[in-house]
């Protein structure tokens, strides 16, 4: 996440940008941050459940205490450079997969918790996507959703990284308003249970200051950079037996 500026002027499309981005993908920014501080409020207690993360990236995100962690934790992301690097991290879950997140390679039910973290924008449309994460969760589950907020693209930050040569590249991505996922989240049987819009302030000021950016924290003050909802799977889903 930086201001337009500096940036290459064409956005990539999302699959071969990340292919240049895993090498240096785990590098922690301001969204990642928040969005970090987001699911952590959202998740239900992972311990003994089976833990989805749909567009795991590096899998940086599935290291867990052995004792509190989740007894299943798979993640699936299409690109496969991604998930190369994250076989270099023993200390993640080993169990991956490559895989189109609308056609997710899972079968329906199987878990009782899925994340899609910072993933839905760089889709056109979220109906496909939603269907996908109600159908990979048990009645009774929980669909965890964060996305660039809407609010920071309006104030002109787009998604970019840094590729191996030090130039700034665009990714592609879509703006999705809150109300947009909630009507697509509605429509394949999910149940809104919490949303939040965590934004710039202390707790996010060492990950500007690590890029040199203090500048841009105080711009950025109580800005929104995230868009975090929990969904619930109802126990009996509408048109089922």
Not at 44 to 51: I, K, T, V
Not at 99 to 106: E, F
Not at 133 to 158: I, N
């Amino acid at each position: 996440m930086h201001p337009s500026g500096g940036a290459s002027p064409s956005p990539l499309p999302a699959r071969e940008a990340y292919r240049l981005w895993a090498g240096s993908y785990d590098g922690e920014n301001p969204v990642s941050f928040l969005d970090r501080l987001a699911v952590a409020e959202l998740t239900p207690g992972l311990s003994g459940l089976a833990l989805l993360d749909a567009g795991c990236g590096t899998a940086r995100r599935l290291a867990f205490d052995a004792e509190s962690g989740p007894r299943l934790a798979i993640g699936v992301d299409l690109v496969v450079e991604m998930l190369a690097e994250a076989r270099r991290h023993p200390e993640r879950s080993r169990r991956l997969a490559a895989g189109d997140l609308l056609r997710l390679p899972i079968a329906a039910g199987a878990f009782d918790v899925a994340w899609c973290r910072l993933v839905a924008g760089h889709l056109e449309g979220l109906g496909p996507l939603y269907r996908e994460l109600a159908r990979a969760v048990r009645p009774g589950g929980a669909v965890v959703v964060t996305d660039f907020h809407p609010e920071a693209a309006r104030r002109g930050h787009v998604r970019s990284f840094r590729d191996a040569a030090g130039a700034r590249r665009l990714v592609e991505h879509h703006v999705h308003e809150p109300a947009e996922h909630e009507a697509a989240a509605r429509a394949a049987g999910l149940e809104l249970r919490a949303f939040r819009e965590p934004a710039v302030g202390p707790s996010v000021r060492p990950a500007y200051e690590e890029a040199g950016s203090l500048g841009a924290y105080e711009r950025d003050r109580g800005l929104p950079l995230v868009a975090a909802f929990l969904f619930a799977v109802p126990e009996r889903r509408a048109g089922r037996r």
